[in-house]
């Protein structure tokens, strides 16, 4: 199972703003950087934000991340029906030696 | 434009074998480590395994793979292979590869991934 938690859903109307948690130990979102991915029905994840708060080129400013300690945090604004999918944090893991991704969080828009 | 094409994905039968294909196009396929990432059926993701860009090959497994899987790349082909023997029931996923990038795995993410190719175990 998982090592990194997040919350199974959340829901906004549309316009509004989410968050999603994503809650680790000290071996994984406590000393590294924290990666974000989208993925919508039926498709490959997408990346998001990198290195806990960066955007790529051509992801919106209404996504952005956020890390504090042992947990980060993804923060969407101005929710869109095409935001509707799973969100995914990932990071390494330093006492497994391993890639570890949240639990995924399903995004609903009201 | 990046692309990265998972093949291999077929139905076995428990304790076949199967080898899964990651064929890269678009960037200098030497200077990236790559990592497989499967999804079984209605889930969310598991991280599988990590290759290392360099000469040396840094390796890492999930323990839930390792012994049964081994993963392999031939810079020639642009290519990374995911070999996958004593395959299980719990096995069935589609199975992605993705591109790493950061400068270390303490940094790292994945910026590209591939469409992705099903493996079904069963009898």
């Known amino acids: 199972q998982s090592v990194l938690t997040q919350p199974p859903s959340v829901s906004a109307a549309p316009g509004q703003k989410v968050t999603i948690s994503c809650s680790g130990s000290?071996?994984?979102?406590?000393?590294?950087?924290v990666s974000w991915y989208q993925q919508l029905p039926g498709t490959a994840p997408k990346l998001l934000i990198y290195?806990?708060?960066k955007r790529p080129s051509g992801i919106p400013d209404r996504f952005s991340g956020s890390k504090s300690g042992t947990s980060a945090t993804l923060g969407i604004t101005g929710l869109q029906t095409g935001d509707e999918a799973d969100y995914y944090c990932?990071?390494?893991?330093?006492?497994?030696?391993?890639?570890?991704f949240g639990t995924g969080t399903k995004v609903t828009v009201l | 434009e990046v692309q990265l094409v998972e093949s291999g994905g077929n139905l076995v039968q428990p304790g076949g074998s199967l080898r899964l294909s990651c064929t890269a196009s678009?960037?200098?396929?030497?200077?990236?480590?790559i990592y497989w990432v499967r999804q079984a059926p209605g889930k969310g993701l598991e991280w599988i395994s990590y290759?290392?860009?360099?000469?040396?090959?840094?390796?890492y497994y999930a323990d839930s793979v390792k012994g049964r899987f081994t993963i392999s790349k031939d810079n020639a082909k642009t290519s990374v292979y995911l070999q996958m023997n004593s395959l299980r029931a719990e096995d069935t996923a589609v199975y992605y590869c993705?591109?790493?990038?950061?400068?270390?795995?303490?940094?790292?993410?994945?910026?590209?991934w591939g469409q992705g190719t099903l493996v079904t175990v069963s009898s």
């Open positions: 993705a591109r790493v990038r950061g400068a270390s795995l303490t940094s790292c993410y994945l910026d590209y």
């Open positions: 678009g960037f200098t396929f030497s200077h990236y480590s």
């Open positions: 290759i290392s860009d360099d000469s040396v090959s840094v390796i």
């Open positions: 000290s071996s994984n979102i406590g000393s590294n950087y």
């Open positions: 290195e806990n708060n």
């Open positions: 990932g990071t390494w893991d330093n006492s497994l030696s391993a890639g570890v």
